[in-house]
């Protein structure tokens, strides 16, 4: 069964600052991807990562995947208030047959001024 | 614009009674998905659908039922066996195995 597991599950950073958060999943997976939900609203789409090795950049976030590790990281350059916000990760399913996504347990950012 | 629709915004539900929450879809995509998000906490999957009239259950769900007659809607039953419904519902769906889930605005549903 596919477990996934991110840390820290909470971080409080100064503005300016820069920070990493890792998603490690137990079981193999050739994609990964990255969410952000904002308080009480629904989950919108970061990044796609497809293959080991891929890297992402969107503004201050950059998101990476090492699949022979089961360890995506999603760094945080310079933060800026607007970053805070709950991150999720979630690996893709088997790659063949039927599959689901398991969220991580979600990462909860606040930046503070 | 294509997007997923969920109705209602906001649920209560009467004690033994059973609530269906709507999601519907003009994304043509196959596959979608029921979560539930409890305060604090991560997306945990009640039901997925990979084609019409066919569903999987997923990891909590006891006390929910769901339908795909068509490909554009999935609506998900909270049933009376679910003493515990309060909670945000999320439902996604995805056009591919290489491609992220579109998320609705979600149902919040709350006991009375």
């Known amino acids: 069964e596919l477990k996934v597991e991110q840390n820290p599950l909470f971080l409080s950073m100064q503005e300016g600052k820069n920070y990493t958060i890792y998603c490690n999943y137990s079981?193999?997976?050739?994609?990964l991807y990255w969410y952000r939900q904002d308080p009480g609203k629904s989950l919108e789409s970061l990044f796609v990562l497809l293959s080991n090795g891929a890297v992402k950049q969107e503004g201050r976030l950059m998101a990476s995947l090492d699949t022979k590790a089961r360890l995506s990281t999603l760094h945080i350059t310079a933060a800026v208030h607007d970053l805070s916000a709950t991150y999720f990760c979630a690996p893709g399913g088997p790659t063949s047959g039927t599959y689901k996504y398991i969220f991580g347990t979600g990462t909860r950012l606040k930046v503070l001024a | 614009d294509g997007g997923i629709t969920q109705s209602p915004k906001y649920l209560f539900r009467k004690e033994g009674q059973n609530v269906t929450l709507s999601c519907e879809q003009n994304l043509n995509h196959d596959a979608m998905y029921w979560y539930r998000q409890d305060p604090g906490q991560g997306l945990r999957l009640i039901y997925y659908s990979q084609i019409v009239n066919d569903f999987q259950k997923g990891d909590i769900a006891e006390g929910y039922s769901v339908s795909r007659e068509k490909k554009e809607s999935f609506p998900l039953t909270v049933t009376s066996a679910q003493k515990n419904p309060t909670a945000f519902y999320l439902c996604?769906?995805?056009?591919?195995?290489?491609?992220?889930?579109?998320f609705g605005d979600g149902t919040r549903l709350s006991i009375l």
């Open positions: 079981t193999t997976s050739d994609r």
């Open positions: 996604a769906s995805t056009g591919g195995r290489h491609q992220p889930q579109h």
